[in-house]
Structures are given as structure tokens and as C-alpha cells.
């Protein structure tokens, strides 16, 4: 079965340093979504692409997040610098648009900022 | 926001049918339900999706009342590895998914 594919799995830094967290959507699939899970929000939806396009990160705090997608088959998410209070685990998932099947999430990368 | 209410948690005995309710009493005629499940460390991962018709496939099979207002996903056989959060989505018209607490489902042996 395809799959999406995120690396690293696990990523352990200290506080100010850049981290920067790949997807590898489905093959085929033209939109791609960055979520965060945390114990105290939950899964909340970060920023999403259309055919490379940010269509929407209303979800990601600009000041030092930033999301791009250098080509088709890799999307990138990177916190600089990096703090505390992002300790979480990132998601991206992705999905074709439009279209109603549904979104397919990776297995997330699970990131600690000491 | 989700536009989704589900019990926080159920308990569920090993063979039998699992049966999660999921309240969408706002829904639009053209959004559709989708239903997702996390096990402990995974990605979420997509069960099934209706409009208004019931459906089925390998993993469980949903229920969609008449009014659309609410819906059940049905498990017909739980296993103990059937043991998640359940997710109950509207998806919107930006094709968004807004993920609320879920019900937490215990399969117990």
C-alpha cells in the first residue's frame, strides 16, 4: 500500500536550534497537510498545500515556523529557533484535491526541545 | 472548530460489535463524514466516509440517519487491537479536517 513517509521518527534538540521535519506525500496525491498533536490541543491543523501552493497556514505561528514544497514528492516544516512549548508530534498527511477520498497521515515525527 | 460530538470514552468486550455514536447535528448537505482512528503512537488512520447513504468495507461499516444529523460506526467484530481513539470528522469545504477529543475505545478480552 502506499504510504506517506515522514523523517526523522524521533528528534531530540536543545532550544534554539533549527529543526526542520520531511514528508513524502503518495505518489499522485496533490495536497499535502501539517498537523500537531499535543496532550493539551490535541491534533490541530498547521498549514496545507495545493500543487506546491500554500493554500492555507493560518494554523502555524509565522514567526518561526515556515512550510515549503521544493517539489512533488517532498514537503518540508521547519521551526527556527526552536523552544520548549514545541515539544510535540508533527503529522503530515496527504490527500488529491478535489476529490472525497479521504487524507492519509504519516506516522509522525515525534519532536522534544529541551 | 469540529462540528462533531462524541462520547469521551466506551468500553467494548472482544468479538463483538462495537457500535460509536457521532453527533453532527450542524452538517451542510454537501459535507461529507469521515471517520479515522489512532492507536497509541501511530498516524491517524482513515476507516471509512459517507454522504448519506450507509457503507461499508473491510474495516467497519457506517450509519448515517436519515437527517444526516447524526451517524454510527459500527465495528462488527472488535478486536483487542481495535483499540484507539476514534475520530468522527466533517470534513469542510476547504477539504480541512478539524479533529476533536474522539471517543477513546477499550477492547477488553
Known amino acids: 500500500d502506499a504510504r506517506v513517509t515522514q523523517t526523522p521518527r524521533h528528534k531530540v534538540t536543545e532550544m534554539g536550534q533549527e529543526v526542520t521535519m520531511r514528508c513524502q506525500p503518495i505518489l499522485g496525491h496533490n495536497t499535502v497537510f501539517w498537523y500537531r498533536q499535543t496532550m493539551m490541543q490535541g491534533l490541530e491543523l498547521l498549514a496545507y498545500f495545493r500543487n506546491r501552493a500554500p493554500l492555507d497556514d493560518s494554523g502555524m505561528p509565522k514567526d518561526r515556523f515556515s512550510a515549503e514544497m521544493p517539489d512533488a514528492t517532498l514537503a518540508t516544516l521547519k521551526i527556527q529557533p526552536s523552544e520548549p512549548r514545541d515539544s510535540a508530534v508533527y503529522f503530515c498527511a496527504s490527500g488529491l484535491i478535489p476529490d472525497v477520498q479521504p487524507q492519509h497521515f504519516g506516522d509522525g515525527t515525534r519532536l522534544s526541545i529541551l | 472548530d469540529a462540528k462533531t460530538t462524541q462520547p469521551p470514552s466506551m468500553d467494548c468486550a472482544e468479538g463483538r460489535a462495537a457500535n460509536l455514536p457521532c453527533n453532527h447535528s450542524t452538517i451542510s448537505g454537501n459535507e461529507y463524514v469521515y471517520w479515522y482512528r489512532q492507536i497509541h503512537s501511530q498516524g491517524p488512520q482513515y476507516i471509512i466516509h459517507?454522504?448519506?447513504n450507509n457503507e461499508t468495507n473491510e474495516m467497519a461499516s457506517l450509519i448515517i440517519t436519515e437527517d444526516r444529523k447524526s451517524s454510527t460506526l459500527i465495528l462488527p467484530h472488535a478486536t483487542l487491537r481495535d483499540t484507539a481513539v476514534y475520530y468522527c470528522i466533517v470534513r469542510d469545504n476547504d477539504y480541512k479536517l478539524s479533529f476533536g477529543a474522539g471517543t477513546t475505545v477499550t477492547v477488553r478480552a
Open positions: 459517507g454522504l448519506k
